[in-house]
Structures are given as C-alpha cells and as structure tokens.
C-alpha cells in the first residue's frame, strides 16, 4: 500500500521546523489546553498537537480541513503521518 500524499511531498518541500520560534499548539494556546507532542501541517504550516494530547488538535484539523500530512515537530524526529492513508514516511 502506498500514499501519493506522502509520494508527492519530496524532502524539499517540508516545512523546516526552523520556521517556527516558537512551539505550541495553536489551537491550546486559545483555550489553555495542553498538548504532549506537536505536529507541523504540511499543507498550511499550522503546528498543532497530537493524539496523545487530550484535544488533537492535529487530527481535528485534518478531519476538518482536508489536509492530509503532518510531520513530527518532535526535535530529532524526521517523520511525516498521512491521516487519509495512515502511512508513516521518514525523511
Ligand atoms: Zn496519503
Ligand atoms: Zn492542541
Ligand atoms: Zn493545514
């Protein structure tokens, strides 16, 4: 099985997490929530927490936007998730 999301993002396109300067969910910082890990949109760049943290906040986004590919803002993690397909890519 394969997922033409994750074959079409190629390692350029990856939004670095040097981007960021900060790291927090974007959504938790609205309603004082708190998230366990973060994730990186690859489609709009919002970083957002993930299904450990109590609103998962990257999968609602997901669901809700139609975006399919996140990546891990973990420091030292260098994966990317398709929720559509639920496939796992390292890069
Ligand atoms: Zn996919
Ligand atoms: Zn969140
Ligand atoms: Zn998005």
Redesign the pocket.
């Known amino acids: 099985m394969s997922?033409?999301?994750?074959n079409d993002l190629t390692d350029e396109q990856i939004i670095p997490k040097a981007n960021y300067p900060v790291f927090r969910c974007a959504e938790c910082i609205l309603i004082n929530g708190r998230w366990v890990h973060l994730r990186i949109c690859q489609t709009c760049g919002k970083m957002l927490c993930c299904d450990s943290s109590e609103h998962q906040h990257a999968r609602r986004h997901a669901e809700e936007t139609g975006h399919?590919?996140i990546s891990s803002a973990e420091l030292g993690e260098q994966w990317l998730w398709?929720?559509?397909?639920e496939?796992m890519k390292e890069y």
């Open positions: 997922c033409q999301h994750l399919p590919v398709c929720f559509v397909d496939q």
